[in-house]
């Protein structure tokens, strides 16, 4: 039961993924004015993730995808995985919102496969951005979850409203009630309590989503992987060439350190890779090549 259903949903992270990388290496080679213009077009170095369970038997893997020290993204990482096994204690209490699923503990069996993508951009003026999508499987309960949030360390309020309005369009089909459902969700979700305050502009964001009705909750996921590239590919391609201070890197530098305390510390997706053994480099693929505390 519910072989096709993974499939179909494994075969569309992969999908998303390919999609992104393209319009990413795209960008990078029309990157032609403007800061970092003349440095080489970034390329993706793809490395395949393997896991396995603890009696050394397959449990699955993925592909992970960094470009580093491009023209417009100075560091950017799209992973695809799906993987299985069972859960240990420890796992299970990381997945949190399914904490104490019903017959886990006789039977811990579980299928997870996701795409995975964190971007850190050249120009302090261009936002930084993740994005996650995922499906969930056991044979007790299955659900997605995922959504994508921009992080900008110099906020542009039209690039917030864009981001916003391209989320909403693509998430309004589903239901008129869904989007300011789903935004303050990422509102809450990605605040960061010992500051006190947001880590970007939000976003979008589910968890444990499931409606009982699966083609329904599928195509919702789908929806919001189809409106990350429109809703953040115009704001790079408008900030990409925007002339910037020392000052400028420096903020840049120090609201990274916002994103790496919150993934080290509150991130579910991080703490449920490493506890299940999934490879730490692709886990921690999110974190920036360089960021200040001051």
Known sequence: MFETEKSTASTWF??????????????????????????????????????????????GGGL???????????????????VYGTL????????????????????????????????HMQNPHAPAVHMNTRMFWTPHAWWFGGGSDLNPCIEYAEDTAHFHATQKAHLDPHGPGL??????????????????????????????????????????????????????????KKRRTQPFTEANKNTQLVHRGLYAEYNLVYDRGTKFGLETGHDPDAVLMSLPPLAKWV
């Open 14 to 59: 992969r999908q998303l993924r390919d999609e992104i990388v393209a319009a990413f290496e795209a960008l990078e080679d029309s990157h032609q004015v403007g800061p970092f213009s003349d440095a080489p077009a970034g390329r993706f170095e793809v490395k395949e993730t393997r896991r396995q369970s603890e009696d050394g038997s397959d449990a």
């Open 64 to 82: 992970m995808s960094v470009m580093r020290g491009g023209r417009v993204f100075e560091k950017v990482g799209v992973n695809v995985s799906t």
């Open 88 to 119: 240990g204690e420890r796992a299970q209490q990381a997945m949190a919102a399914r904490k104490g699923i019903p017959g886990m503990t006789d039977d811990p069996r579980f299928w997870a496969s996701g795409i995975s993508l964190v971007a």
């Open 179 to 236: 989007y300011p459902r789903l935004k303050e969700w990422a509102d809450e979700y990605f605040y960061i309590p010992h500051r006190k305050r947001a880590r970007g502009v939000g976003g979008i964001f589910m968890d444990d989503y499931c409606t009982g009705d699966w083609q329904a909750d599928f195509a919702l996921t789908q929806d919001i992987g189809r409106a990350f590239l429109p809703a953040f590919l115009p704001l790079v």
